[in-house]
């Protein structure tokens, strides 16, 4: 509670609301003070009292044998997300528990959610109200069922300030294309900060996968909790309901020359944005693959397996997965050479298979922290480009739908 | 300089002021302080013992974990000095300090009073959220 009046206290608010739901990110293994700090929970006696899903922790608890590092470090990690199970949080283990049927709160709901994309999906996609809680304030939350009654749990935080308006220079099939979303992401995280922009001139409609990839993009580059997509989010049928009737503070032009630049920086690897740069490693899944993108990977393949020595990997919720090995997908791509992890994610864990060469990713999560992480360069491309290039063993690009600078 | 104190406590170091906004989740190793972001213009800098200077915040919840984790290892910054009030900072500060009490004081201050802040100037912190450049 100690923390809870602490949290509300940086808020500047005057009084806690209660909350029906909480996802909590505590869960993953950073250290010791991680698991001293769920210790000192248990040891008091807590648990939570609202359903409490979590996120990923330290490794994959259904195929442990995935598990490349020190035996050690996984057993820490397993410690904590079994802590966490304990303090009475659904082991869920996924970064997208709004995939999830009983993850996922209805339009209105306050709530108390940690992980940055998780956080901007809840508030900006499903229209449920959360702050950008972190680790230790997500679990004091779902302990005391009560959050500040500050920021985005109130309706005038949510209003749009900023407006990004896509340039008529940025063409139409770039806007059908999947790769344009976490790039538009990465530029949306830069000139928002933790500002709620709305983004003018895309297609209405835009699936949630689009959408996902768009949030998680903007969390990495900046501290972004919300944003509205014109024609797509539930707060923003028209730019006028995003602004709440009132005026924009800042209204930016998006041309291409700035979508371009974010794009090329997503890639790290020499030479990785051209067709031909032979890579070792693609990572799709983060966040958490959809069962449609766990689909799209399959169409993509076609019946191919990846290149001898290149290793695919899909990470995935373990409900997905169930749903996935019901359905006979899970057991499809398996025997076309490709490795589904749940529970954690490659990039936090040592998973993949060591590589002199880059990693390909559809994610601009996952490119903006995998360098720093796990020490690969990396390439960025849509997940055609990505499941294409698995099977040559080299970059392939897709009909240039970006355009030549 | 006064600051809103979201964590309190007293320090003194060296400021390091931060070029790029930090995500202490993939942006610090907790073991021993250094920047490790690729993307980060300071990478392979230490926040060890600084006092660091970030005008803007960006990136993971899980920053409040590694916060507090650099705390129990010994290589936390001094003190956080930022542009804007942010939970995840100044709950990782609030969580050491509750396991280890040991405090990492978390202030926000204004743009122009962090501008006045040179990286390597020598500054404390105290209790309460004064900030004198020595």
């Known amino acids: ?68 590092g020190d035996p050690v470090a996984a057993g820490r990690g397993r410690l904590l997300m079994d802590h966490y199970r304990m303090l009475g949080c659904k ?39 959360t702050e950008r809680y972190g680790d230790f304030t997500d679990i004091a939350c779902a ?22 308006r896509l340039g008529p220079d940025v063409p139409a099939a770039l806007m059908r294309d999947d790769s344009l979303y976490p790039v538009l992401g990465i530029v949306l995280g830069r000139r928002a900060g933790s500002r709620v922009a709305a983004i003018d001139g895309l297609p209405p409609g835009l699936s949630e996968d689009r959408l996902k990839a768009l949030g998680a993009a903007a969390a990495s580059s900046g501290a972004v909790a919300m944003f509205h ?21 800042e209204v930016v032009d ?17 030479g990785g944005a051209d067709p031909g740069t032979p890579i070792g490693i693609v990572s799709l899944g983060t966040p958490h693959a959809s069962l449609a993108e766990l689909r799209a990977v399959e169409r993509e393949l076609a019946g191919a397996r990846p290149a001898p020595g290149v290793e695919l990997l899909v990470s995935t919720a373990r409900t997905l997965l169930e749903d996935a090995e019901e359905d006979g997908l899970a057991g499809r791509l398996r025997s076309l050479g490709v490795e589904l992890l749940v529970d954690t994610c490659s990039y936090i864990a040592p998973i993949l298979r060591p590589s002199p060469l880059p990693a390909m990713t559809d994610s601009g999560k996952w490119a903006y922290y995998a360098p720093g992480n796990i ?13 294409r290039s698995a099977v040559e063993g080299r970059v392939w690009r897709d009909a240039d739908v970006w355009g030549a600078a | ?24 989740w993939g942006g610090v190793d907790p073991g021993s302080g250094a920047i490790t972001d690729a993307r980060h213009p300071q990478l392979g800098t230490s926040v060890k013992g600084r006092v660091l200077v970030m005008r803007a915040v960006r990136g993971s919840s899980s920053s409040s974990s590694v916060l ?8 936390a910054p001094a003190a956080v000095l930022l542009g804007e009030p942010d939970l995840i900072l100044a709950v990782g500060a609030a969580a050491a300090e509750e396991l280890y009490g040991i405090r990492v004081p978390v202030l926000n201050l204004s743009p122009a009073e962090l501008d006045s802040i040179a990286d390597g100037a020598a500054v404390s912190v105290s209790e309460g959220g004064e900030v004198t450049l020595l």
């Open chain 1, 143 to 164: 302990i005391t069922g009560r959050v500040p009654d500050a920021g985005l749990h109130r309706t005038d935080a949510r209003r749009a300030v900023l407006v990004l």
């Open chain 2, 1 to 24: 300089m006064k600051g809103r104190v979201l964590a309190d406590g007293a320090a003194a170091g060296l400021a390091l002021v931060l070029d790029e906004p930090l995500s202490f």
């Open chain 1, 375 to 387: 020490g690969v360069q990396v390439v960025f491309g849509s997940l055609r480009e990505c499941v």
């Open chain 1, 229 to 249: 997509a014109v024609g797509s989010t539930p707060e923003a049928p028209t730019l006028d309901a995003a602004l709440q009737g009132r005026d924009a503070e």
């Open chain 1, 254 to 270: 998006i041309g291409m020359a700035e979508l371009r630049a974010a794009r090329d920086d997503l890639t790290t690897a020499d």
């Open chain 1, 91 to 129: 082991p869920t283990y996924t970064c997208a528990p709004y995939q999830l049927a009983d993850g996922r709160p209805s339009f209105g709901e306050q709530v108390a959610w940690a992980e940055s994309n998780a956080i901007v999906f809840c508030n900006s996609v499903v229209g449920a109200r």
């Open chain 2, 68 to 75: 507090a984790e650099t705390v129990r290892a010994g290589c």
């Open chain 1, 1 to 68: 509670m100690r923390l809870v009046v602490r949290t509300a206290e940086i808020l500047g608010a005057e009084r806690l609301i209660p909350i029906t739901g909480a996802h909590v990110d505590s869960c993953l293994y950073h250290g010791e003070a991680t698991v001293d700090f769920a210790e000192r929970l248990i040891d008091g006696g807590a648990q939570v009292t609202v359903p409490t899903t979590l996120n990923v922790g330290g490794i994959d608890l259904l195929h442990p044998e995935l598990w490349r």
